[in-house]
Nanobody, 119 residues
């Protein structure tokens, strides 16, 4: 089993910065991809950023150039540095671990942390 615990959310003014952290515990494999998703009220959950153990990254279009994802494999921790925040970044941010299996993928989720950006 995998447990994901997020921290670092909060309230910030537009143009400000926040840093989210997510610590993974349990059995973590090198094939696991760690990432962040977000979900705003009435919206679908969307990818924010993801990173492999080899530090290959993938970003959602709306955050490219503003957010940076990083990973500490020794600590099984993933970070999301969010700069130049906008009100539309307001959402619950969920940490995700995606594990490729033979013909499918297994996803694990954290409990979510609220990020609110005021205008």
């Amino acid at each position: 089993q995998v447990q994901l615990v997020e921290s670092g959310g909060g309230l910030v003014q537009a143009g400000g910065s926040l840093r989210l952290s997510c610590a993974a515990s349990g059995t973590i494999f090198s094939i696991d991809v760690l990432g962040w998703y977000r979900q705003a009220p009435g919206q679908q959950r969307e990818l924010v950023a993801a990173i492999s153990s080899g530090f290959i990254t993938n970003y959602g279009d709306s955050v490219k150039g503003r957010f940076t994802i990083s990973r500490d494999n020794a600590k099984s921790t993933v970070y999301l540095q969010m700069n130049s925040l906008k009100p539309e970044d307001t959402a619950v941010y969920y940490c995700n671990l995606e594990r490729p299996l033979d013909y499918t993928k297994r996803n694990y989720w954290g409990q979510g942390t609220q990020v609110t950006v005021s205008s």
